[in-house]
Structure formats: structure tokens, C-alpha cells
């Protein structure tokens, strides 16, 4: 019916030009946008957003389609090809479209709209980029999608696989703790603070993503490295940790108040969609390396990183996206190195004398007053459970950059290491191992090497010579 349809109006629009760019927003309502997907409210599900076991933010649910729909006929315009399309989740705040990709003949240019906003958010397609792709976040209950090639592509090139149902909006006031404190607020008594703080906050995203067939919000920083200006982002392991997670991220920029005491969003955000290559995770440091597949927008700066150790006393400054509001700061103080009962090495602790973080904090850094600026330390693993605006001075963890940065050093162009107890780089322990081979039947001994944790990351590589060997570990940790 929907290329019946296409095909009786194409004779009918006007010839249009096809975007070099998801960057130019195009989108032409003479097509006809036939609802090729319409789900009915789900059953049983929370209307507002939830914090997980893990601490993530969760705020909506992935619904599969039995089959993956067909999108309706492509309809020749000017230099290319254009097909457009509805998709609706009754009763959701916010939808994601999930793209299943055929044979795609080349980038697409893809521009969005949900039913409560006149915005349009944009994208690219890359079929180098994997077999999927997520759309921008809209607010409501429908998107309207809208899809460019310059070349025609066959009509299983792109199929609807999944909408991601939100009981969230990528613009609504989320209702951060009232004890937080808004980004549009001075300090009240540090200018230098103030300075420091509407510099770094142009670095700080709120970030979507799909896991385990949810969708979850966090923060991220966007950090400076030797190849700036690519746009490298860092957050936490247990928001995004593999690499399909990364591609259905969408990130959202300048998401702030209005102002001071008016907690309603500014309107200045800016969404960058299409995902992410993931370039390191670490769960033992808790941290994630992302390099984002579209640059960051106009007007972000790259944090400076700083991976010493952080002693204790230290000031710190935090800038997140707690409860997925617009951005919160907070200070405090570096206590103790605690270590919790899942990860094996200790973490920056952190009591706040001043905000707090929550759910969708996850993944936000850590930043100390360095060379006259903030540089980023570490980044945002759990708070305490009990931690709220009655008890606002609970600790919180925070992975340590100087145990995760070994380990990034060379993805991110360092020509050098930092100086650590026990180098994170391939060492032959060849002549160490006793007293007989793995495969046959003999335990495998690293004398004189230990795994442990006092600022280091140490990585063992073994080479099982058949299919039939295992191999398990007694540990020890010390530190």
C-alpha cells in the first residue's frame, strides 16, 4: 500500500535538493509519511523514570518488533532518493527508532521530529558503522523519520526493528534533588570557582543508550587529547560497556536552566546522534573510552586530563546530569581510597559539602584546580545508597584516571605512559611459568608477580595451545 501510494504522488513533488550532510536539515512534507509502525501502550511498565541496582537511570524500554517493517518506497528527487515514514508508541514522553540496515548503497542523511516539537535533529547513516542504527531522540509519541540517499537503495536497504519507548523527554526539567545546585548559579562566594565552572560545563554531556533492552541515561566528558579535536568522550563501565551499547548512544550538549532558581531547560541544548566507537572499557576501573562518530558541536571545549594520583584533602568540582536534569555542579573533598565489593581496586572517595550527584550522574567526572583550570581525575562509579539532600555529605566513588590511563595512553595518541608500580604494557613471563605446560594438566604459577591494585592496571596474556584447556585463577588482591 505504502509504495503504491509513494509511487501515485512522485510525479507530483516538487524536485528537491538532496543534503551533502545530515548537518543540513532537509526535510520535504510533499512525501506522503504513512505510520508503518503502531504500537499500542505497554503493560505493566513504570511512567516515570527508575534507578537500577547498578545506580543507571532508566528511563525506557525497548520494544522489538515480531518483524522487522519494511520503510515505504523511495521517491526520486532532485540528486538522490527520499523515503518518509511514521512511527508511534502510544503514551510514550519520548522515542528512539532502532534501523535495521540491508544493503545500504552508501551514507544516508536522516532527519527526525517528534509530535510536541517543531526541532528537527539530524544524523548520518554509515553502513561501515554496523548493521543498525538508532535515530535522534524525540519528545512524544510519534517520530517523524525522514531518510536521503543519493543513490537508490534496494527495499530491504533499511527496515524498523525496534522503538526505544521513553517515559522521558530529552528536554523536560528531569527533577534533580532540590539540594543540587544548577550550573546557571554562581558559587555565591569564589569567582575564580565561577570561571573555572562555566568553562568545564562545555565539556559535560547527558548521554542515552541502549542496554539490555532499556534505555538508560548517564553523563560523559568530553576530554582533550593529542589528537584533538577528535572527540573523545569518557564516562563509566557500567553505563556503556560494549560496543552496541556505543552505537546507540545519542549525546546531548548545553543542557542547562534557564537561569538561577528557574530550573526549566534554557533551550540551548544541542543532540549529536549516531553513535560511538568504542575504544577502550575497563569493569575493574569502572571507566569507558568512546570516540564519537559525529564531532562534538560548536562550542564545546575538551577537559584537560591529569592522570596523577589525587591525595587526600584534595577540592574537587563535579559537573553531571543528576536524575538527567540540566547540569548540576557540586564540591568536596577526597577522603580515603575505599574499594567496593565488586571491583577490584580501590576508588576515589568523595564527600560533598556542597550538591550531591544521583542516577544519570553515573559516568560524570571528577575534576581538581590545575593550572588554572578544572582537569579531569576521575570519573563518577556509585554513590552511597543512603546519599540524598538529608544526608548530603555520604561518600561517593570515583574510578581513579591514573589507573585508567595506562591503558588508553596509546588509543588516544600519548607518546608516553604515566609512571605506575608495575608498567601496563606486554612483559614475556615465559621462562616464569612452572612447572609444566597448561595443556598438560599442570597448574600455571606467575612467580614473583602479583595482581594488585595500588595504581595499576595489570593485564596477563596466555596462549592456549589446544581448545580443551581452561584455566581459572586463585586471586589474591592486595594493595
Known amino acids: 500500500m505504502y509504495k503504491t501510494l509513494a509511487a501515485m504522488l512522485a510525479a507530483a513533488l516538487v524536485a528537491v535538493a538532496v543534503p551533502a550532510s545530515a548537518a543540513e536539515v532537509f526535510l520535504n512534507p510533499r512525501l506522503p509519511a504513512p505510520e508503518v509502525v503502531h504500537l499500542d501502550a505497554p503493560l505493566g511498565k513504570s511512567a516515570t523514570p527508575t534507578v537500577d541496582a547498578s545506580g543507571l537511570l532508566r528511563i525506557g524500554d525497548v520494544r522489538a518488533l515480531p518483524k ?3 520503510v515505504p518506497s523511495w521517491t526520486a528527487a532532485a540528486g538522490g532518493y527520499v523515503t518518509r515514514f511514521r512511527v508511534t508508541s502510544e503514551t510514550a514522553v519520548g522515542l528512539r527508532v532502532r534501523l535495521d540496515l540491508g544493503a545500504v548503497p552508501g551514507v544516508m542523511a536522516v532527519h527526525v521530529q517528534g509530535d510536541d516539537s517543531a ?4 544524523m548520518d547513516i554509515d553502513p561501515v558503522l554496523g548493521p543498525e542504527s538508532w535515530t535522534p531522540w524525540t519528545d512524544g509519541t510519534t517520530q517523524l523519520i525522514e531518510i536521503v540517499s543519493r543513490v537508490k537503495p534496494s527495499d530491504d536497504a533499511v527496515r524498523v526493528g525496534a522503538v526505544l519507548h521513553m517515559v522521558d523527554t530529552p528536554t523536560a526539567k528531569a527533577g534533580a534533588a532540590s539540594c543540587t545546585i544548577s550550573t546557571a548559579c554562581p558559587s555565591g562566594d569564589d569567582p575564580t570557582l565561577d570561571g573555572l565552572i562555566e568553562e568545564r560545563k562545555k565539556s559535560v554531556a547527558k548521554i542515552q543508550f541502549v542496554r539490555g533492552g532499556s534505555g538508560f ?10 589528537r584533538r579535536p577528535a572527540p573523545y568522550l569518557l564516562t563509566a563501565n557500567h553505563c556503556i560497556d560494549d560496543q552496541a551499547a556505543a552505537t546507540s548512544m545519542t549525546t546531548i550538549w548545553f543542557y542547562e536552566s534557564t537561569a538561577c532558581g528557574n530550573d526549566n531547560p534554557s533551550g540551548t541544548q544541542v543532540q549529536v546522534a549516531g553513535g560511538a566507537q568504542l575504544v577502550f572499557t575497563a ?10 562518530n559525529r564531532p562534538a558541536p560548536a562550542g564545546t571545549l575538551l577537559a584537560p586530563l591529569n592522570a596523577g594520583v589525587v591525595a587526600k584533602g584534595t577540592s574537587i568540582v563535579s559537573i553531571s546530569h543528576p536524575h538527567g536534569d540540566t547540569a548540576r555542579w557540586g564540591t568536596g573533598t577526597v577522603g580515603d581510597q575505599l574499594r567496593d565489593n565488586d571491583r577490584p581496586y580501590d576508588m576515589y572517595s568523595v564527600n560533598f559539602n556542597r550538591g550531591i550527584i544521583e542516577g544519570g550522574s553515573s559516568g560524570s567526572g571528577l575534576f581538581t584546580v590545575a593550572n588554572g583550570r578544572l582537569e579531569l581525575r576521575g570519573v563518577l562509579s556509585q554513590g552511597a545508597n543512603d546519599l540524598s539532600c538529608t544526608q548530603p555529605t555520604l561518600f561517593t566513588l570515583y574510578a581513579r584516571l591514573e589507573a ?3 591503558e588508553i595512553a596509546a588509543a588516544i595518541g600519548a607518546t608516553a605512559a604515566v609512571a605506575d608500580d608495575a608498567p601496563n604494557r606486554p612483559q614475556d613471563v615465559t621462562a616464569t611459568i612452572s612447572p609444566t605446560p597448561l595443556d598438560a594438566g599442570g597448574p600455571i604459577v ?5 595482581i594488585e591494585y595500588a595504581g595499576d592496571v595489570d593485564v596477563y596474556k596466555f596462549t592456549l595451545s589446544t581448545a580443551a584447556a581452561a584455566l581459572s585463577s586463585g586471586r589474591k588482591w592486595s594493595h
Open 283 to 292: 569493569f575493574n576501573v569502572d571507566s569507558t573510552l568512546l570516540r564519537m
Open 217 to 226: 541515561l548517564c553523563s560523559a566528558t568530553l576530554i582533550d587529547t593529542p
Open 119 to 122: 526541532k528537527v535533529e539530524a
Open 446 to 450: 606467575l612467580e614473583n608477580r602479583r
Open 68 to 70: 522487522a517493517q519494511e
Open 404 to 406: 585508567f590511563y595506562p
